[in-house]
């Protein structure tokens, strides 16, 4: 079994939780403010979600990136050489309404994100939801919602795709951060937002 690890325990944070403790997936969440602060989430989400300090969480095989955009830096900071784990970055350069997008030029936000997590491999994913429909049952209207993910190691991108398919969601391979992130990264990409959902055609 992959160890799983969340760095963030907000609306984001928090439906990937949730998500996993429905199945009785085993994962450590923590955030700024220390473990003592989420003993009450876990206990709330069940004995399989541990709150566990920032280098507990980091540490694990698969690890969850789920921070406002603004404290991405301080919430990496100083933390261990990935050495070739996976880091899901579902972080997207907003602010809170009514305070305007956060101006990152003409990148990928993936593309930085990627500088502030070194020898990780980074798979863009879980950030085109809302948090609400995140955090709600993957069938919807007899279909399947769809999660959208970007990367450049296709290794890293299948790890992602068979927890996606295991969490009940419909994968959706878009490509490379370069390329295929910007499709769905907020704000203002066509694929960013739309609760879309695969159906099964039937004869």
């Known amino acids: 079994m992959t160890s799983i690890g969340i760095i963030g325990a907000g609306q984001i944070g928090g439906a990937i939780a949730r998500q996993l403790a429905r199945l009785g997936i085993e994962a450590t969440i923590s955030n700024s403010r220390g473990p003592d602060t989420l003993r009450e989430l876990a206990e709330q989400l069940g004995p399989t979600i541990k709150a566990g ?7 694990k095989d698969l690890v969850f990136v789920a921070v406002p955009w603004p404290k991405l830096p301080a919430a990496l900071a100083d933390l261990p050489h990935f050495g070739g784990r996976i880091v899901v970055d579902t972080n997207n350069p907003l602010q809170k ?21 070194p020898g990780a491999r980074v798979v863009k994913a879980f950030n085109h939801h809302a948090f609400w429909n995140l955090a709600a049952d993957p069938d919807k209207e007899g279909g399947q919602r769809i999660l959208f993910y970007a990367g450049d190691d296709q290794a890293a991108k299948a790890e992602v795709a068979a927890l996606i398919e295991r969490l009940g969601f419909f994968g959706a391979d878009m490509g490379d951060i370069e390329t295929g992130s910007r499709l769905f990264q907020p704000p203002g990409a066509a694929l960013a937002g ?6 099964e055609l039937r004869a």
């Open 97 to 117: 309404a009514p305070l305007p997008p956060i101006d990152i030029g003409n990148q990928a936000s993936t593309a930085i994100f990627a500088r502030m997590v």
């Open 53 to 59: 300090t920032r280098e507990e969480a980091a540490a």
């Open 194 to 199: 739309p609760d879309l959902v695969k159906m």
